[in-house]
């Protein structure tokens, strides 16, 4: 039980001025948190009670799940990562922390890096510490703090530089093993966002070099969420846009005949697909080719979309590349013989096409048949181009970004959109580690084979604003009971009566032996001033003793959630507050 006059919820009436969504404000407001700089923040006593809550629901159901908890350090040397498969993807993102420096290495390079995530130190453990299939499957977490140098920190602890992480990695024999830890860990998710009165929903995820199904997103629907949800409620498909397919392009799709001979046709300052689709050419964005040229691990290669689609980034990702980017216009040039707006992808036409990692059509081109195209030539463009006849195409696949009231690939229904929050992450890694670490294991036939690895991130710190920002009303948080920081919020109007706070603490200690923890407001405030501070922290159960109502033999109760307030006589106090503790404990 904790007075409120001796603990510390510092409330305020006004939100600072750089918190623009409803949970950033609540979370400074409710004196949840303090920013000591962008994307740095402390948590108060009230907000670290719920991170304490959460971290403990989510250590019971990944062990549930299988899970192994252990702590890893948060500052690693540099060369374990160099040794690792993304040193040069993830350097950007990660903060380096040296010491005063022992001259051995050069003053750029980074003798220690603050972790991210924890495959670099995980993987080399294990391979230290397993070498035998007797002693697989293996699901190690920890639950800690990471550090990412995040462009653009924003909304809180929702994008951080320095956040509260679960991450679980698998190490399973073959793949059958690592798909069932895998699926146990997203029973284990689903159970963990059900107690903590989230509604995250699985969608499907990008799975990089990975392919396949094997990687969920778990996402709580929000207006002001980063991920775009593309979903179906007819078949249940939902999916990131940057993983989302859909049924536009069919698979048994007849091939185009070609219509003319291809023809060359001057188009003097046109570089967009707009410009052409104006007068006096008039060739709709989606009788267009749009090919842009990308950098794969240092080598050129091209990207052929219809003029009225887009990229979607993410998707290139299957072409196994470890680092992509859009080449610079200086590349552009001497690979393909022209500026961008007058790129082409037709057969004979690239200056260079020698030195090009290879030529990547989305499906969807394939809708054009005969179309229009740069010709690698600044201002002219091919007319007649057919698709099979003349693009010289390495290999068809989807890259192009899906938008709303496509087909739903699974039943054909118009796709709805939502935005989501990002919370957890499941992911089936493959070898990808195991081999680059020779993580190994011996099989009962003394042969070696890699591990088969799955990883497994829930952002705790990002989860708690997310329960906010989908649990609150004009006057405060709205806390779900398994995570709120207290259940039953005591507010005594008139402290300096004795009567009144012996039953507070009558009642309050009724409500810890039933399982509540209990605040109680003993502070010298006016009754307006508590009840907006008690609807601003959100406690689920408030119970307000007053002078007038002792007299009148009653005290009141009222949930967070329930305009109602019911008057409770004394002669039944305790056995109310213990039965309304112990409903709300059945209900959470
Ligand atoms: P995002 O797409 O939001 O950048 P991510 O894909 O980089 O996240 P993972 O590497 O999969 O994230 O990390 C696992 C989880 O950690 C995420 O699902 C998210 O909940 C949380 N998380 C990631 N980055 C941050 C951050 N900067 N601040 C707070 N939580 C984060
Ligand atoms: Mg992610």
């Known amino acids: 039980m904790k007075l409120w006059s001796q603990y510390f919820i510092p409330t305020l009436k006004e939100s600072p001025a750089d918190a623009e969504i409803p949970s950033h404000k609540l979370l400074i407001r409710a004196g949840l948190v303090r920013k000591l700089g962008g994307g740095l923040y402390t948590f108060l006593p009230l907000g670290l009670r719920v991170m304490q809550k959460l971290t403990q629901i989510c250590r019971e159901e990944i062990e549930r ?119 146990a860990m997203k029973a284990a998710y689903e159970a963990f966002f059900r107690r903590i009165g989230a509604q995250a929903i699985a969608v499907e995820a990008d799975t990089g070099v990975m392919g396949g199904s094997y990687s969920h997103e778990f996402m709580i629907p929000a207006e002001i969420g980063d991920d775009d949800i593309l979903y179906s409620e007819e078949s249940g498909y939902a999916a990131n846009r940057e993983k989302a397919t859909s049924g536009l392009v069919p698979a048994d799709l007849p091939e185009a005949a070609a219509t003319g001979e291809l023809e060359e046709f001057a188009t003097p300052g046109i570089v967009t697909i707009a410009a052409l689709a104006g007068a006096p050419y008039s060739v709709a964005a989606d009788k267009q080719f749009k090919t842009l040229v990308y950098v794969g691990d240092g080598k050129p290669f091209l990207v052929v979309l219809r003029g009225c689609d887009d990229l979607q980034e993410a998707k290139l990702g299957l072409l196994g590349f470890g680092l992509v980017r859009p080449a610079t216009p200086e590349e552009i040039e001497p690979v393909m013989g022209a500026r961008p707006g007058s790129l082409g992808s037709a057969k004979g036409t690239i200056k260079n096409e020698a030195s090009l990692a290879g030529i990547f059509a989305d499906n969807a081109v394939r809708l054009v048949g005969n179309g229009v195209t740069g010709a690698n030539k600044d201002g002219f463009h091919l007319r007649n181009v057919n698709v099979a006849r003349d693009l010289a195409v390495t290999k068809f696949g989807d890259f192009r970004r899906v938008q709303e009231g496509e087909p739903d690939p699974k039943s054909g229904h118009p796709l709805k959109l939502r935005r989501g929050i990002e919370v957890g ?15 190994v294991y011996t099989d009962d036939q003394k042969q070696n084979h890699p591990m088969v690895m799955g990883c497994y991130g829930i952002g705790i710190s990002r989860t708690l604003q997310a329960i906010i920002e989908q649990g609150h009303d004009a006057d405060g948080v709205v806390w779900p009971w398994s995570v709120a920081p207290f259940h039953v919020l005591i507010c005594v109007l ?93 209900k959470a």
């Open 425 to 439: 992450h499941i992911f089936i890694l493959g070898t990808k580690y195991s081999d680059k670490y020779g993580a």
């Open 65 to 183: 799940g299988g899970g192994i908890e252990l702590q890893m350090p948060h500052m690693h040397p540099a060369e374990t990562w160099e040794q690792g498969p993304r040193w040069a993807a993830t350097r950007e993102i990660m903060f380096r922390a040296d010491s005063a420096g022992d001259g051995k290495r050069a003053p750029r390079d980074p003798e220690f890096v603050l972790g991210p995530t924890h495959e670099e130190v995980i993987t080399p453990l294990v391979r230290a510490e397993i070498t035998s299939y007797r002693d697989l499957p293996k699901n190690f977490f920890q639950i800690a703090t990471k550090f990412r140098n995040e462009i653009r920190p924003r909304f809180g602890l929702m994008r951080a530089r320095e956040f509260v992480m679960m991450d679980a990695y698998s190490f399973d024999t073959t793949e059958e093993g690592a798909i069932k830890s895998y699926q």
């Open 494 to 586: 008139d402290p300096q009566l004795p009567e009144a706070m012996d039953l507070a603490r009558k009642l309050g200690a009724v409500a810890e032996a039933a399982g509540a923890d209990v605040l109680i407001d003993d502070r010298n405030e006016r009754p307006g001033v508590k009840f907006k501070d008690a609807d601003l922290i959100g406690i689920p159960l408030r119970l307000t003793i007053g002078g007038k109502g002792l007299k009148e033999g009653i005290f009141e109760l009222k949930w967070r959630t329930q305009k109602d307030v019911a008057k409770i006589p004394l002669t039944e106090g305790e056995a109310r507050v213990a039965s309304a503790v112990k409903e709300a404990q059945a």
